[in-house]
């Protein structure tokens, strides 16, 4: 009986050196069907390469790439790929033949075998979501950066695939767009795709990504969810916001009354570089951040003491903030690596 596998994707001690260069080295990585991953790292890190190893683009050095096929068996990538799920990629920054995007997205959609006669409805639906449906018979040459790059994204998900890799999928993009970006990728969750996104933006990641792979000098260095990568941090921030703000005449007293109340709460080994002081006060954000054990009861111990003992201070919102967890855990766990790395070639 065959085995129906959950990953989608397994790479297998997979490598790409250039030279001495070791871009991808012996990275070791899974993922499951409708997770999205994080690929983050710092420039020159290997997530580009490996993405176009992934995509075929590229041939690895040593290692497998193992792909889900239509069986739902694992089978590697580089033996037959007639049989594999459905894939669409979105590879660095597009670039395209002076073609119309009613071409283009034609071409691909054939390319990939799309049904004949529901390619044209397709392609207007996304055109229409992305904004560029008016520019449909246009030539690709005179568009925008942030034009060709929602066209590659099109592109990647024409055929509806089941297995999307996204990589940088914001580049070039105004604020706006990339929130639409960040919707869409929401939207393609909601119906059970799995998504692979490459990116340097945090927040972007911290806003889509169940998981997140941190890789540097071409290896995966961590591996889970941001709550799980959370144990790494020295500490952990809550922050509250309130509806005005707090006069620095009575600014003092309250930040003293809250340190008092929250005392079996807090963060007691506080590193002095994150914050001296356990309950600080943004004027401008008229917010405030408490530095406390990272526990999921303290949250809402804290939260009750907040309603109960501090009415006054009316409060519009209560939340732990992710991107600056994962900031904190980027920054802990790239320096920690390059630590390692030195002590490794002072001692050999």
């Not at 600056?324 to 390059?338: D, F, M, P, W």
Request: aromatic residues 8%.
């Amino acid at each position: 009986m065959k085995r129906i596998s959950e990953t989608i994707i397994k790479l297998e001690n997979l490598s790409k050196h250039f030279g001495s260069l070791k871009a991808v080295d012996n990275i070791n990585l899974e993922v499951k069907k409708g997770e999205t991953i994080g690929l983050v790292g710092p420039n020159g890190a290997g997530k580009t390469t490996t993405i176009k190893m992934i995509s075929t683009i590229m041939k690895p050095t040593s290692g497998k790439i193992f792909v889900q096929n239509k069986h739902g068996e694992l089978q590697n990538l580089l033996t037959n790929d007639r049989n594999l799920v459905p894939r669409g990629f979105l590879i660095d920054i597009p670039s395209f033949y002076e073609m119309t995007p009613a071409q283009l997205l034609k071409y691909f959609a054939k390319l990939q075998h799309y049904p004949n006669d529901q390619i044209e409805d397709r392609m207007n639906k996304l055109l229409q979501l992305f904004n560029l449906y008016e520019w449909k018979y246009e030539n690709v040459e005179d568009f925008s950066k942030g034009m060709k790059q929602k066209l590659g994204v099109i592109q990647a998900i024409i055929h509806d695939p089941d297995f999307i890799i996204l990589d940088e999928p914001q580049t070039g993009l105004d604020p706006k767009a990339r929130i639409d970006i960040r919707r869409f990728i929401r939207s393609l969750q909601k119906q059970g795709k799995t998504i692979f996104v490459a990116s340097h933006l945090l927040h972007e990641i911290s806003e889509i990504c169940d998981k997140i792979a941190l890789i540097n000098h071409g290896q995966i260095i961590a591996f889970d969810t941001i709550e799980n990568l959370e144990i790494n941090l020295k500490t952990n921030e809550l922050v509250f916001q309130t509806l005005s703000e707090i006069t620095p005449d009575k600014l003092k007293t309250i930040i003293d009354n809250l340190t008092m109340e929250f005392d079996p709460y807090l963060d007691k080994d506080l590193d002095p570089k994150i914050s001296k002081i356990p309950v600080s006060y943004n004027i401008k954000e008229k917010e405030f951040t408490i530095y406390y054990d990272g526990k999921r009861e303290s949250r809402a111990e804290l939260l009750k003491i907040l309603v109960n003992k501090f009415p006054e201070l009316n409060i519009i919102s209560f939340s732990q903030p992710r991107t600056s967890q994962l900031e904190r855990i980027y920054e802990q766990l790239i320096g920690a690596e390059a630590q390692n790395e030195m002590n490794r070639r002072r001692f050999n």
